[in-house]
């Protein structure tokens, strides 16, 4: 079932079968999911429930889309080339497997690892229990791929030839493989990796539990927009499969931030990656005050799309359009410090209150008068020490512009004081004209 498009909004996906191609639309990426969890289901004789979608994360199933290779590429199924000068074909958004659209109904569900299950037969247990191997993809190198063994050349542009592993990036020979060391180091992000050899039962409700194992001190929780920026969520989801565990990589338009929190809740400390604006962030903050995590997770953002302004306070800019530099974004992530951040709820009321009439004293309008002309000195005379004393012209410029606007102030609450003192002399002198006017006989 490949992916057509990159685009959130326009979904079209394409159901290969031996016998006929169907293509369905959905509006967007979630209804596209619900579609493809009940395909699945069915070809595996499964009953379908709604939130099934939310788990595909530990099927071990392919995730194709379409696309195009600007050199040969060939197909892991049948090792032929795949067809067209740009190497149309299939490509595994998670493990990069490749595939003729006629040969992915035949592919094995060996996409990259996400739970100790999925692991099967390659899993090693030693002295110190179980490890994490290797997985090895065939063919389809980089052309400056080196093995890691030998420092020479490999991978080919005639065949499929020599292997890559999905989680370290090691390149090697197919003659150089057996003498690199079983045990897999996870690569540069290995920090940020929850390895699959973590992920081993599942709780009462039905979600799997994380232990987090000695190598992986603060593991990452990634939350991805796929509609944020221009349809560069899509690309940033892809990649971060790529760099770290499928299971810790979610996508916020795809069932939320809940399940994903669920996961990592037993852990004591863990980092968040939110990839979007700053709604996104808040939905995130809003789910994490629900499942009250706040003392063991700490949250950084990654700016996708438009409002940003979260992301530029704390250092990260205002956007992120390469997803190639992903990996160098990771290591700074791991070397971050953190502040503390206020979050603030405000509740409005809307009300009548009573008009208020002049009934206070002559002593409490004294005291409020002479509480507001208190309110005013210390106003201006810490402006004018800082006009006098600053070096500083924009904080001196500052200083004038607020002793301006204070005095103004003043004045005019002083005219206003005047003009009601007026008035109310005027209203009394008439009072006592009528108290003493005789009233006449008609």
Not at 308 to 313: Q, Y
Not at 378 to 405: F, G, M, N, P, R
Not at 437 to 442: D, E, G, Y
């Amino acid at each position: 079932i490949p992916n057509t498009t990159n685009k959130p909004l326009q979904m079209r996906t394409g159901i290969i079968t031996p016998c006929r191609r169907l293509i369905l639309c959905a509006e967007n990426r979630k209804e596209m999911e619900d579609w493809m969890a009940a395909l699945k289901s069915v070809q595996n004789r499964e009953n379908f429930e709604s939130t099934q979608y939310s788990m595909d994360h530990f099927s071990g199933m392919h995730n194709w889309y379409a696309c195009s290779h600007a050199r040969p590429t060939y197909c892991n199924v049948c090792r032929e080339a795949l067809s067209g000068v740009t190497s149309h074909g299939l490509s595994c958004e998670v493990c990069k497997f490749k595939a003729h659209k006629r040969c992915a109904v035949r592919a094995t569900n060996n996409c990259k690892w996400t739970t100790l299950a999925s692991i099967g037969k390659d899993i090693i247990e030693d002295e110190d229990g179980i490890s994490m191997p290797h997985q090895w993809l065939e063919g389809n190198l980089p052309v400056s791929a080196k093995c890691t063994v030998c420092d020479k050349t490999c991978g080919s542009v005639l065949r499929l030839q020599d292997w890559r592993c999905l989680w370290c990036k090691a390149m090697v020979h197919t003659t150089c493989k057996e003498q690199l060391s079983s045990k897999c180091p996870l690569g540069q992000c290995k920090v940020s990796v929850i390895p699959p050899t973590a992920l081993n039962s599942i709780d009462s409700d039905g979600f799997w539990k994380a232990t987090c194992p000695p190598s992986c001190t603060s593991p990452l929780l990634v939350f991805v927009n796929s509609k944020s920026g221009d349809n560069q969520g899509v690309k940033f989801l892809r990649r971060f499969k790529q760099l770290l565990n499928p299971a810790q990589v979610f996508d916020l338009m795809n069932g939320g931030p809940h399940l994903g929190l669920r996961l990592f809740q037993k852990f004591d400390t863990f980092r968040i990656l939110v990839c979007g604006g700053d709604g996104s962030v808040g939905w995130v903050l809003s789910e994490i005050d629900v499942l009250m995590l706040h003392k063991q997770c700490q949250l950084g953002v990654l700016p996708l799309g438009t409002g940003n302004d979260l992301a530029r306070v704390l250092g990260w800019g205002s956007a992120c359009d390469d997803d190639a530099q992903l990996p160098q974004i990771l290591e700074k992530l791991e070397r971050a410090s953190t502040k503390m951040l206020d979050r603030w709820s405000i509740m409005v009321y809307e009300t009548k209150f009573p008009r208020q009439h002049s009934t206070s004293t002559v002593t409490e309008d004294c005291s409020d008068d002479s509480e507001q002309i208190l309110t005013y000195e210390d106003s201006v005379a810490a402006h004018l020490s800082k006009i006098l004393t600053s070096d500083q012209h924009s904080v001196v410029i500052s200083s004038a512009k607020v002793l301006c606007e204070t005095v103004k102030d003043f004045v005019a609450r002083v005219g206003k004081a005047y003009e009601r003192n007026t008035e109310s002399s005027e209203e009394s002198e008439a009072m006592a004209k009528k108290v003493k006017r005789p009233h006449l006989m008609h």
